[in-house]
């Protein structure tokens, strides 16, 4: 019998090819529309931020982004100083340098001394870590009590989603002012410009500015004498702007040469109404709200209850604003990188005078619910649109080829080698040991998974002050003005005026301190390392 041999056919499929994936990012400014304020209430802010987690996944620390807030500049008679950059910029976010980072924002105070050339975030907390070089990390002094500041940041409760966190900054007269700084005919200023937060489990003054450290800028270079903060009023009229540096993208081209992007889930907090709220109660003050009635009771004269609302004065939102976020890879040049459509899919909206907020076209958006609230995320697929102008403008999944391998892209947290811990000065003559703690040590583990070592010690004899240019009769007689904070200013009363929308955002339980039994008065809690809880594997 004669055997055919089968021919064998090998057929070939030509799969299409995948389009190189380019890492890129999303940047720029939710521009926030607020009206004017009368130029005399120029001796601090306050207001309320919503807190959330803007990104579902927390992304490496190259993310550094802030939620809604402000910059406080130095006020002044016409023109300000040319070349000559100094504010107080902090608020909640997430920064390149936080070390213990979540899917939750923390919040820093961000003072800013001349041109960046020191700041300082928080109690041991600032520019750099090297403490022979200190750049700002003894510019701020704790003043209350019952609330740990941790040096990465001051934690908020996990899962905060859409609360209020209310927060400002008003002088206080601790000190006087002076003629001579650092030894040289420079002087100081009089102000300390100080935290107050209204939060669910902590409301009152937290933490202040030392005016040395704005006027060592001077010390310095005699040429900034008389124009920064320990002396100045603040500009009551400033900008309310979201901060984005860095949202993590990617980007490809389509097999018909089309650009396409998609970003990180991102997303913002929704009420029942499905809109969002960011910013509430925008308040600026005049020196007669809390200054005056201070003063004179240092003084002697009675103590004072709160602020002066009387001298008060709340801006009002219009429902305009806009967004400069742009796409692009690392490699695109400044002047080719392009906006997104954002009033696409998003609305300014301003649901009271007070409150500004966003509505979100349902089309182009998507709710996520969580656990505690619901939020929105805005849409992740982008394609790059040359006329009639040239932007991003939204695509949905099934426009976008399979054959740019987005929708296979993961953004996921990177492994990331743990930076180490913070840690302060432990030499026998360094200011954290001489004079030294009066009990400690102690430790807090906050829900970032990092375990702060603290120690209590007199208010007078804090790092913060004894790196102040500040006398011992000097630093006694602060002394003697905070021990009556202490004993009238307790951390259940009203300080901030409450929101009128919303709930308030709560403080880790962790960092809300009891003062060991015979230091409640007159002594503050001071973190002197921060580390993992649990090593790094």
């Avoid at 009206?35 to 005399?40: A, F, R, Y």
């Avoid at 003629?179 to 935290?195: E, H, I, N, R, Y």
């Avoid at 009387?310 to 692009?328: C, D, E, L, M, N």
């Avoid at 603290?454 to 102040?468: I, S, V």
């Amino acid at each position: 019998m004669k055997f055919i041999a089968p021919v064998l056919t090998l057929l070939t499929f030509a799969l299409p090819a995948v389009a190189e994936v380019k890492k890129g990012e999303m940047a720029g400014y939710l521009l926030i529309a607020v009206d004017k304020v009368p130029e005399e209430f120029n001796a601090g802010f306050s207001l309320y931020a919503a807190a959330y987690p803007l990104l579902e996944k927390y992304p490496g620390n190259r993310f550094q982004t802030g939620l809604a807030g402000t910059w406080m500049f130095a006020q002044f008679e016409g023109k300000a100083p040319e070349k000559m950059y100094s504010d107080i910029e902090g608020g909640l976010g997430w920064w390149r340098d936080t070390r213990f980072a979540t899917e939750t924002p923390k919040f820093i105070m961000g003072g800013v001394a001349v041109n960046f050339s020191q700041w300082a975030n928080g109690p041991g907390a600032g520019k750099g870590r090297d403490w022979d070089k200190p750049q700002g990390k003894y510019g701020i002094a704790q003043l209350s009590p019952w609330v740990l500041w941790p040096p990465d940041g001051l934690n908020l409760k996990q899962g905060t989603s859409g609360e209020l966190f209310g927060y400002g900054y008003l002088p206080l007269p601790l000190t006087e002012a002076k003629p001579t700084t650092g030894g040289k005919p420079v002087p100081t200023g009089d102000q300390s410009w100080t935290l107050f937060l209204n939060t669910k489990n902590f409301k009152g003054p937290l933490c202040f500015f030392t005016p040395y450290f704005w006027s060592q800028s001077a010390e310095q270079n005699p040429a900034y004498a008389g124009l920064l903060l320990d002396s100045r009023p603040s500009n009551p009229n400033k900008a309310f702007q979201m901060e984005t540096q860095y949202v993590p993208a990617a980007l490809a081209t389509g097999e018909q040469g089309e650009t396409f992007a998609r970003i990180a889930p991102t997303s913002f907090p929704i009420g029942p109404d499905g809109n969002t709220v960011v910013l509430h109660r925008l308040t600026s003050y005049k020196k007669s709200a809390l200054w005056d009635g201070v003063q004179a009771w240092f003084a002697g004269g009675p103590a004072v209850n709160g602020l002066n609302q009387a001298a008060s004065h709340v801006q009002t939102f219009r429902p305009a604003g806009g967004s400069t976020w742009k796409i692009y890879d690392d490699k695109t040049p400044k002047e080719q990188k392009q906006t997104m459509d954002w009033k696409s899919f998003a609305t300014p909206i301003a649901p009271d005078p007070t409150t500004y907020g966003y509505k979100w076209n349902e089309e182009l958006t998507r709710k996520a619910p969580t656990p505690n609230a619901s939020r929105v995320v805005l849409p992740e697929y982008f394609k790059l649109q040359d006329a009639p102008k040239k932007q991003w403008v939204v695509a949905k999944p099934a426009e976008v080829p399979a054959a740019t391998g987005l929708a296979e892209f993961k953004f996921e947290r990177p492994k990331e080698q743990s930076e180490g811990a913070y840690v302060t000065p432990e030499t026998p003559e360094s200011s954290f040991k001489k004079p030294g703690p009066v009990a400690g040590p102690f430790k807090a583990y906050p829900g970032d998974g990092s375990v702060v070592t603290y120690y209590w010690y007199r208010f007078a004899d804090q790092p913060a002050l004894l790196n102040a240019d500040l006398t011992k009769a000097e630093r006694e007689a602060m002394q003697l003005k905070v021990e009556k904070i202490h004993r009238a200013w307790t951390k259940e009363r009203e300080y901030l005026a409450p929101p009128t929308i919303g709930t308030l955002a709560e403080l880790d339980a962790a960092l809300i301190m009891t003062p060991p039994k015979g230091f409640e008065i007159g002594y503050v809690p001071i973190a002197t390392r921060q580390e993992l809880a649990t090593p790094a594997k």
